[in-house]
C-alpha cells in the first residue's frame, strides 16, 4: 500500500512519511524505506545527506548558527555587552540632565527679560505721569500768571 489517506497527524507509522502530495494530505510510503527493504541490506545502502527539511513537520532540521561557543567566552560577552548597554543609559542620563539643566537656565532668563521688560514700561509710564504732572503745573502757574500777576509784573510783591 503506497498511500494511506489521514486528515490529520495521529503519530508516526514504520516505513510512512505524512505529508501532501498527489493523492491528498496522508502517509506516504517512503521512498528511502522502500529502497532499504528492496536492496536486502541497510548497510549496503549510503547514508542519505540529512534533509533540510522535515518530511512530518515541515520544519528545519538543520542545527542554528551558535553566536557562543562552550569556551566560557559567553559570561564575559554578556559583561561587556551589559557594562555598554549600562554606559549608554548613562550617557543617556546625563544628555537629559544636561538638556533639562539648559532649559531651566533658559526659562529663567526668560522670566528675567519679562521682568525687565516690564519695569521699563513701568518707568515710562511713570516717566510719562510725572511728565505730564509737571506739565499740569507749568499750565496752572501760567495760567495764574496771566490771570493775577500782570499789573505787578515789573514791581516785588511784599507783605
Given at each position: 500500500?503506497?498511500?494511506?489517506?489521514?486528515?490529520?497527524?495521529?503519530?508516526?507509522?514504520?516505513?510512512?512519511?505524512?505529508?501532501?502530495?498527489?493523492?491528498?494530505?496522508?502517509?506516504?510510503?517512503?521512498?528511502l524505506?522502500?529502497?532499504?527493504?528492496?536492496?536486502?541490506?541497510?548497510?549496503?545502502?549510503?547514508?542519505?545527506?540529512?534533509?533540510?527539511?522535515?518530511?512530518?513537520?515541515?520544519?528545519?532540521?538543520?542545527?542554528?548558527?551558535?553566536?557562543?561557543?562552550?569556551?566560557?567566552?559567553?559570561?564575559?560577552?554578556?559583561?561587556?555587552k551589559?557594562?555598554l548597554?549600562?554606559?549608554?543609559?548613562?550617557?543617556?542620563?546625563?544628555?537629559?540632565?544636561?538638556?533639562?539643566?539648559?532649559?531651566?537656565?533658559?526659562?529663567?532668563?526668560?522670566?528675567?527679560?519679562?521682568?525687565?521688560?516690564?519695569?521699563?514700561?513701568?518707568?515710562?509710564?511713570?516717566?510719562?505721569?510725572?511728565?505730564?504732572?509737571?506739565?499740569?503745573?507749568?499750565?496752572?502757574?501760567?495760567?495764574?500768571?496771566?490771570?493775577?500777576?500782570k499789573?505787578?509784573?515789573?514791581?516785588?510783591?511784599?507783605?
Amino acid at each position: 500500500m503506497d498511500f494511506i489517506e489521514a486528515t490529520h497527524f495521529s503519530g508516526p507509522r514504520p516505513g510512512y512519511v505524512f505529508k501532501k502530495d498527489k493523492q491528498g494530505l496522508g502517509y506516504y510510503q517512503d521512498a528511502l524505506e522502500a529502497k532499504k527493504t528492496s536492496q536486502g541490506a541497510a548497510d549496503a545502502i549510503p547514508e542519505a545527506a540529512p534533509s533540510s527539511n522535515n518530511k512530518v513537520t515541515g520544519e528545519s532540521t538543520q542545527k542554528p548558527k551558535i553566536k557562543f561557543t562552550n569556551d566560557g567566552s559567553f559570561l564575559e560577552k554578556f559583561k561587556e555587552k551589559q557594562r555598554l548597554k549600562q554606559e549608554q543609559e548613562a550617557k543617556e542620563a546625563e544628555e537629559k540632565r544636561r538638556h533639562e539643566k539648559l532649559k531651566r537656565k533658559m526659562e529663567k532668563r526668560e522670566r528675567e527679560m519679562e521682568k525687565k521688560s516690564r519695569q521699563n514700561s513701568d518707568l515710562e509710564q511713570k516717566t510719562d505721569e510725572a511728565t505730564s504732572a509737571w506739565q499740569a503745573y507749568l499750565d496752572e502757574v501760567k495760567e495764574y500768571e496771566s490771570q493775577t500777576c500782570k499789573e505787578y509784573s515789573g514791581v516785588a510783591i511784599v507783605k
